[in-house]
């Protein structure tokens, strides 16, 4: 299936044969202190700088109907947040993992981030959107 958006990750999700755990983590663009002086000026126009996670979570596609009921629960944290990553994890034996479960594979999604290797994470904008990031 071709993810087009987010509400597309939650179908697809939910048409596995396994439960599904979706994972998020949540990352804001932040310009590094040793920039310079083109650096700052592609960051101020909206490109660029470096993505540093700010909160994560976890959610079976039945907690979520649609990309609106995530950015509501992510605006009661506070943070402004410019794109979220995500991925999912499966359960087996029909079970869906556990939040527990969910927690290393975030801390590793976090880790991910920080390094810049985001290969196997689906990143959102603000509107849902998959992003291409280059």
Avoid at 59 to 76: G, H, Y
Wanted: hydrophobic residues 45%; charged residues 20%.
């Amino acid at each position: 299936m071709n993810i087009a958006s987010f509400d597309d990750l939650l179908q697809a999700a939910r048409q596995q044969a396994e439960p599904q755990r979706l994972l998020f983590v949540f990352a804001s663009a932040d310009l590094p202190e040793d920039s310079t002086a083109a650096q700052r000026e592609r960051f101020l126009a909206g490109e660029g700088g470096a993505l540093v996670p700010i909160m994560c979570v976890d959610k079976t596609p039945e907690e979520l109907l649609t990309f609106a009921d995530l950015m509501q629960e992510s605006q009661l944290f506070g943070q402004e947040w410019s794109i979220v990553f995500a991925a999912a994890l499966s359960g087996s034996g029909g079970l869906a993992p556990t939040p527990e479960a969910a927690e290393k594979p975030l801390e590793r999604m976090v880790e991910a981030i920080k390094a810049g290797t985001l290969g196997t994470l689906i990143p959102f904008d603000r509107q849902g959107l998959p992003v291409n990031l280059v």
